[in-house]
Structures are given as C-alpha cells and as structure tokens.
C-alpha cells in the first residue's frame, strides 16, 4: 500500500531527465563539492545537502576528512564520468576520479535529489 501521508522526494521530471541534462546538474554540483572541500569550506560545501545529509556532516568532521585526503592523496585532479543509476527516488552519479599526489583512480559518487523544486545532494562520496 501506497502511504501518500510521505512527501514524495523525487519528482517526475528528474527521473525523465536525460543523462546529459542529469549531467549538467551534476557537473556544476560536483564541481562545487569538490572544490568548497579544496578550501575547506563548509558553508560552501554544504550549501547544496539535503537536509539529511547536512545533519551527517558537522564542520569539523568535514575539517578531518578535507585535512586526510590532502594529506595522503592531494587535490582533486581530472574527473570522467562513468554512468548514472536511476532509482525511484534518487539517480546516483558515478565517475572516474584522478588525485595530484596518489596515482591510481578512485570512485566519485554523488546521489541527487529533487525537493522542493531544488536539485539536492543526498550523498557524496570519493573513495
């Protein structure tokens, strides 16, 4: 049974957004993410979280992360897109990441939202 009570999260015209108009909400907000954690700046970097996803990051847990990635991997270098996953409530985001210091690729993935009428991250994470 359907509860209608429950916002829905997802409206239809993300779900039949084509992957190319996906991207173009994705890059920019990727682009952001990335580079608000590059300076380490928090009201920058969550400007775009889903209320969820805002109360599962506090300044200085961002801080400690920000600071071990530098450390250990460097900055952010070129980013590929891989492929895209649409789900009922959500289309989750994959690419190719490359860092300055670490050799290697690494996974970049984001899970966007629409609420509101805003496009939301619901969950970000390069590993």
Not at 101 to 118: D, S, T, Y
Request: proline share 2%; hydrophobic share 40%.
């Amino acid at each position: 049974m359907i509860d209608r009570t429950q916002p829905t999260i997802i409206s239809m015209d993300l779900a039949q957004k084509s992957e190319a108009e996906i991207l173009s909400v994705a890059n920019p907000l990727m682009d952001n993410l990335m580079d608000a954690s590059t300076q380490v700046d928090y009201e920058r970097h969550i400007r775009d979280f889903s209320d969820r996803l805002k109360a599962q990051l506090n300044k200085e847990r961002l801080t400690d992360i920000c600071q071990e990635y530098q450390s250990t991997k460097g900055f952010f270098a070129d980013r590929e897109f891989v492929t895209l996953f649409r789900r009922p409530d959500s289309i989750a985001i994959i690419w190719k990441q490359r860092f300055t210091k670490q050799a290697g690729e690494f996974v970049a993935e984001m899970v966007l939202i629409q609420q509101g009428g805003k496009y939301l991250v619901d969950h970000v994470m390069v590993y």
